[in-house]
């Protein structure tokens, strides 16, 4: 198969396979190699190799050339030539056709059946014997796209941090079964684009969709063994190719140009885009892994080995490691992440096991490492929204707090304070006074502001909200590991009956405590995410950790009972009321101070009995019962014109104890009224005027109160 074309020498920019117009240029960056092919496939059947050539010139370690008239939908592959000294951390292997990281996107999909490892199986030198046989049969090739799309006038919304609701999806598991979404698009990003998906998320009033993984994945053989797939995509094998299997035409490249009317889609409707990404480990595992792309082409670069340099380091629990401290390896990830904004038009990207990004050295954290300070100078990236996952499975990954501005945090601290309060542990309050009002102990120091703080009470990985209290242990029989994966301390509490029940005053409880939660969430400050389904009791019957369940398990119900309506209802009430509320949506932390000559001060906490509390009522054990009022004239920064932000003030009562709970409601001042707005004991009530006094709370509640009208005193 030697090469009968003209290969010009071309340039080592920008890399990957890119149509000009006139033909393709390919660049691939390896400094170990010693020689790169590359191998083109039929496209009738993408397992025949129809042509090769060499790539011949080589700058600065990168290989380069230029193919005349190569047009896009040509698929092709990599074959890199150099050492196999993997005790020297090198794995370069020809027989292994290799994706190219840079491949805008794939066709096929890994075939665990063909050699694609790098070393035979069943040698008893395992990977440090080089296996010599072909493996492009089992492997996906990259397409050579263009990137024409028209995209009209569409462009970055740029909502603000402080106005931003994030709705955490699954492209296949929001769309399967919605009756609204034509049959042929469900599971798709056209089904995510649809007319009915977007009327329910502008209706529930969310601002974000943040998808899980849609880079190019590769499912895991041992879940292919056991029937199972890599249904949320942490596996990723390409990070700038759509994955190709949400897209609703199989055809080479079909997924780029529906990802893209997708995101069109979306931004017309006012919705922004957030990808979750995985940049801290790929598909390619262990020592013991595949060679599929980044292994067979500069393994020591991109991966972080150990002094040996035969095994990894580990940090994520996947088995191996992206070096981010490697210039090279920095560059690819500023590359691809700029890619998806510039090319994608995505508004920003949720980084999975964010500590792996800013490990240096000898694999220590540090706030400061090369990519956070390539990526906050970047005058593309420094403007989107950037989200750590602050935490990795290493020697002090646990970084809550720990990430330099402007990136924001997944707040772990905040989950956990909330389920510990609502089910009634002892010893809350002061953390839950914290979590609800910002965060300041984790972000005011460093001057980060309160949106900084993510604030969530479930993610995809977890219990649903729904399972959060009907479950108190994890439920994870069908996912084959014998109940052995997933977390076991969920700070889950079932109402007092494990599973599903007919008993209508436990089923009263759950539903009661679902709105604690989400209320909970909706009246702190930072920036609120749920995932979805949860806004109308989606069930995952207490698997906590369904990442293989490709099925009805793991797929949103759309047929809605009269009390998911109910919950759905209460959950858009509460999203709207929130964005009408400017002192829930505070850019700096409070002071418990009059601000502005105000009647209120910002912030204050009170007993139920309406005594301002003080720093020994913080210290009791057994305080489950607590209030606190906003001031809305009370709000220290300046709209976008400098004028003064003046709104409503906020009495939330919160009742965590078992019992009904007598709150005083305070007086206010000449023509001032409190007006309850939800009252979680009864979805029902609302907008109502209350009369000073007391407030009978019940068992396990929340109300909120908006001042209404005149002047006011304070309590």
């Not at 660049?27 to 020689?35: E, G």
């Not at 990808?275 to 292994?295: A, Q, W």
């Not at 992206?322 to 510039?342: C, K």
Request: glycine share 10%.
């Amino acid at each position: 198969m030697s090469g009968k074309r003209e290969i010009w020498p071309g340039k080592p920019w920008p890399r990957g396979a890119t149509f000009d117009g006139s033909g393709t240029n390919f660049a691939v960056y390896s400094q170990v190699a010693t020689r790169v092919e590359v191998c083109l496939f039929d496209k009738a059947d993408p397992t025949k190799e129809i042509e090769r050539f060499d790539l011949p010139v080589s700058t600065e370690f990168v290989w380069h050339g230029y193919v005349p008239d190569l047009e896009p939908g040509t698929l092709y592959g990599l074959r890199v030539h150099g050492p196999y000294e993997p005790e020297k951390g090198h794995r370069c292997n020809p027989h292994k056709l290799l994706v190219d990281p840079y491949a805008k996107a794939l066709y096929g999909e890994v075939d665990w059946k063909q050699p694609v490892f790098g070393y035979p199986l069943e040698h008893p030198k395992k990977d440090l014997m080089r296996d010599e046989r072909d493996s492009a049969a089992g492997m996906p090739k990259g397409v050579v796209v263009s990137d024409f799309f028209d995209w009209g006038n569409d462009r970055r919304l740029d909502i603000p941090w402080r106005k931003t609701v994030i709705y955490e999806a699954h492209v296949r598991g929001l769309t399967m079964k919605h009756p609204g979404v034509p049959e042929h698009q469900r599971g798709t990003y056209a089904g995510l684009g649809s007319p009915a998906i977007i009327e329910h998320l502008q209706k529930l009033g969310v601002t974000a969709v943040e998808l899980l993984p849609v880079h190019e994945f590769a499912d895991d053989s041992f879940l292919n063994d056991k029937g199972l797939s890599n249904f949320w995509g942490y596996s990723t094998l390409n990070y700038f190719s759509p994955e190709q299997r949400y897209a609703s035409r199989k055809t080479p490249g079909g997924a780029v140009a529906e990802f893209k009317s997708m995101v069109k889609s979306l931004h017309a409707a006012g919705i922004e885009v957030i990808l979750d990404v995985v940049y801290n480990h790929t598909c390619e595992g262990n020592h013991l892994g595949p060679t599929l792309s980044f292994k067979g082409i500069d393994n020591a670069s991109y991966y972080w080995t150990m002094p040996e340099a035969r095994h990894y380091l580990d940090f994520t629990g996947c088995g191996n490691s992206i070096n981010t401290s490697n210039p090279q390896t920095a560059r690819f990830v500023v590359d691809s992440l700029r890619y998806w904004v510039e090319e994608m038009h995505v508004d920003g990207f949720r980084f999975d096991l964010a500590t792996v990004l800013g490990r240096v050295g000898k694999g220590g954290y540090d706030p400061n490492a090369p990519i956070f300070q390539i990526i906050n100078q970047d005058p593309v990236l420094s403007r989107v929204k950037l989200i750590a996952e602050p935490w990795d499975v290493g020697l002090g990954g646990y970084q809550v707090g720990g990430f330099p501005s402007p990136w924001h945090e997944w707040n772990g601290k905040y989950r956990d304070a909330l389920r510990k309060y609502w089910k009634g542990d002892e010893n809350q309050a002061s953390e839950v006074g914290y979590r609800l009002t910002g965060s300041a102990d984790l972000f005011a120091a460093a001057r980060r502001r309160p949106q900084a703080s993510i604030n969530f009470v479930t993610a995809h990985d977890g219990f649903t909200l729904h399972d959060l209290v009907t479950y108190s242990s994890k439920h994870n029989e069908a996912n084959g590991e014998h109940n052995r994966d997933g977390a076991d301390d969920n700070q889950a509490w079932n109402c007092g009956v494990e599973g599903e029940t007919d008993d209508k005053a436990i089923i009263s409880l759950r539903e009661r405590q679902k709105r604690n939660l989400l209320a909970s969430l909706f009246m702190s400050n930072g920036v609120p995410m749920i995932v979805a389904g949860d806004e109308m009791g989606r069930t995952q019957k207490g698997n906590n950790n369904a990442y293989c369940q490709d099925n009805e398990l793991s797929w949103v119900d759309w047929n809605l009972d009269p009390t998911r309506q109910d919950m759905l209802a209460f959950t858009r009430k509460l999203i709207h009321f929130r964005h009408g509320q400017p002192v829930l949506q505070r850019r700096r932390f409070f002071q418990g101070e009059h601000l502005w000559n105000s009647e209120h001060k910002d912030l204050a906490w009170y007993r139920p009995d309406g005594t301002e509390m003080g720093p020994e009522d913080w210290q009791k054990p057994f305080v489950r019962s607590l209030a606190y009022l906003l001031g809305g004239d009370a709000i220290p920064t300046p709209d976008e014109r400098g004028q003064r932000v003046s709104g409503d003030s906020l009495l939330v009562l919160l009742n965590a104890h078992h019992d009904t709970v007598p709150f005083k409601v305070p007086p206010l001042g000449e023509g001032g009224v409190w007006v309850l707005e939800l009252y979680t004991a009864d979805d029902k009530r609302g907008d109502e005027e209350i009369k000073p006094g007391s407030f009978e709370m019940a068992g396990r509640s929340l109300a909120v109160f908006r001042k209404s009208g005149g002047s006011s005193s304070s309590l």
